[in-house]
């Protein structure tokens, strides 16, 4: 089943064409919220207000991915999103580890049965289950009368919506996976994001030196792939989702593991680990100029192998778009904090206790 939603997500993997029209007009909206603020305060004869980043992160990615995977409707590009608030609220209340696990791993049926029965019942996620099954009775109404639709403009859910009618997923499976796109697929993109921007705000050299790389290169440039590799490395988004199932008994130093034994690995204790990464606590960019020098199960910020998350090359493409278009715009002063507290939500995510506060100034 992998091997048939593969393609919905690795189209998008280059900046321009019209298979990432999408993501330039999310950032367009972004950008021009940024505006309105800096015009209101100029109008209004006060100081523009500090913004907080990670809650206008939040509103882009969430329409990006309402873009890509199901079109919901009303999505404003904003600080204080009603969508993002009522989001948030249910990724609390779930424990937010059910969502990443059903996201990340291949088609748990036990966690989205749990999902659609708890979440069915909820006002707000009722109403995107009904968005959702109607968008599922229109594209199975399409593909009965023998109408052509161009694959171009194809969601994620368009893809599932076949694979029903083909009867190789349930209509339970294909709400439960639409519904975790939806609600996982803005937070973690976001967060980093968010990350991101403190750490250029807390190095005023690296984001000059990122701004000179972007105007040279834009998204392809080499500095901009290294800040966010580091990036991801200090602060992963995702602590435990990748698990496998040990196929043959193993010794490991003094630790037997027996066959069929569940491994979980930890990506905050791997990516900060002394052996592997001299000084692990400083934010050091360089240490991703020479990957082949670097073990492939040293850094897995998007899980590992053949069942890495499927999403990675969108998600990588979307923040690199929004920090270029971002630093190329704008100079960054961090407000605050200038010590980043996180939150850890139930053993598997990582978000910044405190609103992360930032002045973006035009260049």
Not at 3 to 9: I, S
Not at 71 to 77: R, S
Not at 148 to 169: C, F, P, R
Not at 209 to 216: I, P, Q, S, T
Request: aromatic share 8%; glycine share 6%; hydrophobic share 40%.
């Amino acid at each position: 089943m992998r091997r048939v939603m593969t393609p919905a997500f690795n189209r998008y993997n280059v900046r321009g064409g019209s298979s990432t029209d999408f993501i330039e007009q999310g950032i367009k909206l972004m950008l021009e919220y940024i505006e309105q603020r800096k015009m209101e305060a100029k109008i209004s004869g006060v100081e523009e207000p500090p913004l907080d980043i990670q809650s206008l992160m939040k509103s882009t990615a969430l329409y990006l991915i309402s873009e890509i995977a199901i079109k919901m409707p009303d999505i404003q590009v904003k600080e204080n999103e009603e969508h993002v608030k009522n989001l948030d609220a249910h990724l609390d209340s779930l424990g937010t580890g059910l969502v990443i696990w059903a996201i990340r791993l291949p088609y748990i049926k036990r966690i989205l049965g749990f999902l659609a029965n708890h979440l069915e019942y909820n006002k707000t996620m009722g109403n995107i289950r009904r968005i959702i099954n109607k968008i599922i009775d229109e594209g199975l109404q399409t593909i009965r009368s023998g109408a052509t639709k161009d694959s171009s403009k194809n969601q994620v859910i368009d893809v599932m919506i076949k694979l029903l009618h083909e009867g190789k997923m349930s209509r339970e499976e294909l709400l439960g996976n639409a519904e975790t796109i939806l609600l996982a697929g803005y937070d973690t993109t976001s967060t980093t994001l968010t990350y991101v921007f403190w750490i250029l705000g807390k190095h005023p050299d690296v984001q000059e030196r990122l701004r000179e790389e972007l105007k040279a290169h834009g998204v392809e440039s080499k500095y901009l792939e290294l800040v966010l590799s580091e990036t991801m490395r200090l602060y992963p988004t995702v602590l435990t989702f990748t698990a496998r199932i040990c196929t043959s008994t193993i010794k490991i130093n003094d630790y037997i593991v027996p066959q069929g034994t569940r491994v979980v690995y930890n990506s905050w204790l791997m990516h900060r680990h002394p052996d592997i990464w001299p000084e692990p606590y400083r934010f050091d960019p360089s240490r991703f100029e020479k990957p082949e020098m670097i073990h492939p199960c040293a850094f897995a910020p998007f899980g590992l192998g053949e069942r890495k998350c499927l999403g990675y090359q969108l998600a990588m493409l979307e923040m690199k778009m929004v920090i270029c278009d971002v630093m190329l715009r704008y100079k960054l002063e961090l407000i605050g904090p200038h010590n980043l507290e996180l939150i850890n939500h139930g053993g598997v995510l990582t978000k910044p206790k405190e609103k992360v506060l930032v002045r973006l100034e035009r260049i």
